[in-house]
């Protein structure tokens, strides 16, 4: 279960010495994952993408790391029952942030068997 607590804009993230700058603008989304399954669920900042239309933005991990003061979903296991929140930075252009119509696709495990987009704006 994927819910999306808010997204916000930032053309940098961490501090002035450790940090990351956007090409664009980063998108920093926050997800709680909750897994309602029976077994252990890998998450991992690489599994959330956005999507406008079919044009496709990757997570940037070392990003999502600043973003989250050192932590996230950095390949996290999620017992069954359990949640997590984090947020997870996807570096676009400006104008694709403003952008109506935006997805983020979500998957489940390192092989991404199941895929789910969620609208965001």
């Known amino acids: 279960e994927y819910t999306v607590n808010s ?11 450790f940090g990351e700058t956007a090409q ?6 926050n ?4 897994n309602n399954g029976k077994e252990s669920l890998s998450v ?10 079919d044009t496709e933005y ?3 991990s070392e990003a999502s790391l600043y973003a ?8 996290e296991e999620i017992n069954p029952g359990n949640s997590s929140t984090s947020t997870v930075a996807i570096d ?9 119509g935006l997805q983020l696709q979500v998957q489940t495990g ?12």
Do not use: C, H, M
């Open 7 to 17: 997204v916000s804009q930032a053309t940098s993230v961490g501090s002035e010495d």
């Open 24 to 29: 664009g603008v980063y998108l920093l989304v």
């Open 31 to 34: 997800i709680t994952v909750k």
């Open 44 to 53: 991992s900042d690489e599994f959330f993408k956005i999507y406008k239309g």
């Open 58 to 60: 990757k997570s940037d």
């Open 68 to 75: 989250n003061d050192n932590t996230g979903f950095f390949l």
């Open 92 to 100: 676009v252009p400006q104008n694709i942030a403003n952008a109506k």
């Open 110 to 121: 390192v092989w991404g068997t199941q895929k789910a987009r969620i609208n965001i704006q």
